[in-house]
C-alpha cells in the first residue's frame, strides 16, 4: 500500500475520496480534516441587518404616533391649567371669597380627574394581565415548560383570591406546587381546579342575558328599543364576565373589550353556521314559521350568546385544554325550546277549532 496520497487532477471540482492509509496514533503531525459537508457548505452567510430610518427611530423606542398623542395631551394639559388659572384670577379680582371657592373647586376637580384616570390605567391594566396570563399558559402548554406553568398557577392564584367560593380549590391547587407535575399537566390541573365553577356561572350569565333580549324583542313595539335594549345588554354582559374572570374594566378598559371581542367574533366567522343550534334552527325553517317579532327575538338571543362566547374567549385568563369550550348549544338551547313551543301553540289552537 502506498503512503503517498492520491492527486487530484486541477480540472476536477470536488475532491476524491483518499484511499486508506495506514499510520500511528501517537504520531505528532496528524490532523483531521474537516467534514465534507463543511467543505462544500462554505462560510455562512452574513446575516442583512435591519436598515432604514424607522429601524433606527424603533431602536430608541420612538414612534410618531406616539409623540402625536403625547404632544396632544401636554397641549391640553397647558390649556386646561391656563384656563383654570386665568378663572381662579378673575375670581380673586372680584372677591377673595370667591377665589378660595374656585380655588378649592379647580383643586377638587384635579383630584376626580386622577383617581378616575388612575381607575381607568388599573382596568386597563387589569385586561392586559389576563391576555399575558392566558399566553403565558399557552406558552406552557406547547413547550411544557414546569417554571412558567408555576408562575401561571400562582397568577391564576392571585386572581381568584377576591372570589370567597373557591377557597378550598385554590388550597388544594397550592398544595400541588410543590409537587413533580409536568408543565402542561399543571396547567391542566390549575383550570380543572379553578375554573369550572366561574365557567358554570359565565354559561349561566349568557344563556339568561339571550333570554332577556328575546324576550324583550319579541314584545317591544318599536326597533329603537330592541336596538338599545340589545347595545345594553350586550356591554353589560362584558362587564359581568370581565369581573367575574377577573377584569374589572372601567370605561377605557370597556372599549378595548369591546374591540377584542369584536376581533374575536371577526376571526371565528361570527355566526358560525357550522354550529348545533343554528343548523337546527334552519334545517327545520323553524325561522320561517314564526312569526317577524318572535323570530327577530330568537335572532337577537343567538347574536347575543355569540357575542357573550366570543366575551368568554377573550377574558377568560387560561385557554380551554383540560375543560370543554362552552357551544351556542350549551347557552341558547332554551331559545330554540321556547320557540318550537310558540310555534306549536298556534297548531293546537287550529286543531281544538276544527
Same mark, same amino acid.
Given at each position: ?14 475532491? @476524491? *475520496? ?13 490532523? &483531521? ?6 467543505l462544500?457548505?462554505?462560510p ?5 441587518? *435591519? ?21 396632544l395631551?401636554?397641549?391640553?394639559? %397647558?390649556? *386646561?391649567?391656563? #384656563? &383654570?388659572? =386665568?378663572?381662579v384670577?378673575?375670581?380673586?379680582? @372680584? ?14 376637580l384635579?383630584?376626580?380627574g ?7 390605567? *388599573? ?35 392571585r386572581?381568584?383570591?377576591? =372570589? ?29 381546579? $379553578? ?8 354559561? =349561566? ?18 326597533? %329603537?328599543?330592541? /336596538? ?14 370581565? =369581573? ?10 370597556? %372599549?378595548r ?11 371565528? #366567522?361570527?355566526?358560525?353556521a357550522g ?8 334545517? @327545520? ?9 318572535? #323570530?327577530?327575538?330568537?335572532?337577537? #338571543? ?13 377574558t377568560?385568563? /387560561? ?8 357551544? $351556542? ?10 320557540a ?9 289552537r287550529?286543531?281544538?277549532?276544527r
Open positions: 500500500m502506498s503512503d503517498e496520497p492520491a492527486r487530484m487532477s486541477p480540472s476536477a471540482k470536488r475532491p @476524491q *475520496a483518499a484511499r486508506p492509509q495506514v499510520f500511528r496514533l501517537d504520531e505528532g503531525d496528524i490532523t &483531521l480534516a474537516p467534514p465534507e459537508a463543511e462544500e457548505a462554505g455562512p452567510e452574513p446575516v442583512p441587518a *435591519a436598515g432604514g430610518r424607522r429601524g433606527v427611530f424603533s431602536r430608541f423606542g420612538f414612534s410618531w404616533s406616539g409623540l402625536f398623542w403625547t404632544a395631551g401636554g397641549v391640553l394639559s %397647558l390649556a *386646561a391649567y391656563v #384656563g &383654570l388659572s =386665568q378663572l384670577s378673575d375670581l380673586y379680582a @372680584q372677591s377673595p371669597a370667591l377665589g378660595y371657592v374656585g380655588l378649592g373647586l379647580a383643586g377638587a384635579v383630584l376626580a386622577v383617581i378616575l384616570i388612575g381607575r381607568e390605567v *388599573a382596568g386597563i391594566a387589569r385586561l392586559a394581565h389576563l391576555d399575558h396570563v392566558r399566553e403565558k399558559a399557552a406558552a406552557a402548554l406547547a413547550d411544557d415548560d414546569r417554571t412558567l406553568a408555576q408562575g401561571v398557577a400562582r397568577d391564576m392564584l386572581l381568584s383570591a377576591a =372570589q370567597p367560593t373557591l377557597a378550598r380549590a385554590r388550597v388544594e391547587l397550592e398544595s400541588h406546587l410543590g409537587g413533580i407535575i409536568d408543565g402542561a399537566d399543571l396547567v391542566r390541573l390549575t383550570e380543572r381546579t $379553578l375554573l369550572p365553577t366561574l365557567d358554570s356561572r359565565a354559561r =349561566q350569565m349568557v344563556s339568561e342575558a339571550a333570554k332577556n333580549v328575546s324576550v324583550v324583542t319579541a314584545v317591544s313595539p318599536r326597533a %329603537l328599543v330592541d /336596538l338599545a335594549f340589545v347595545l345594553y345588554t350586550a356591554v353589560s354582559l362584558m362587564r359581568r364576565l370581565a =369581573q367575574l374572570y377577573g377584569g374589572r374594566p372601567g370605561m377605557l378598559g370597556m %372599549l373589550l369591546i374591540r377584542h371581542v369584536l376581533g374575536h367574533l371577526a376571526v371565528t #366567522g361570527g355566526m358560525a354550529d348545533t343550534l343554528v343548523q337546527q334552527i334552519v334545517g @327545520q325553517g323553524l325561522a320561517a314559521r314564526l312569526s317577524a317579532k318572535l #323570530g327577530e327575538g330568537v335572532v337577537n #338571543g343567538l347574536l347575543t350568546a355569540r357575542l357573550g362566547l366570543a366575551a368568554i374567549a377573550v377568560r385568563p /387560561l385557554p380551554f385544554t383540560a375543560l370543554p369550550a362552552p357551544r $351556542l348549544a350549551d347557552v341558547a338551547t332554551g331559545l330554540l325550546r321556547k318550537e313551543e310558540e310555534e306549536q301553540v298556534p297548531s293546537r287550529e286543531q281544538a277549532g
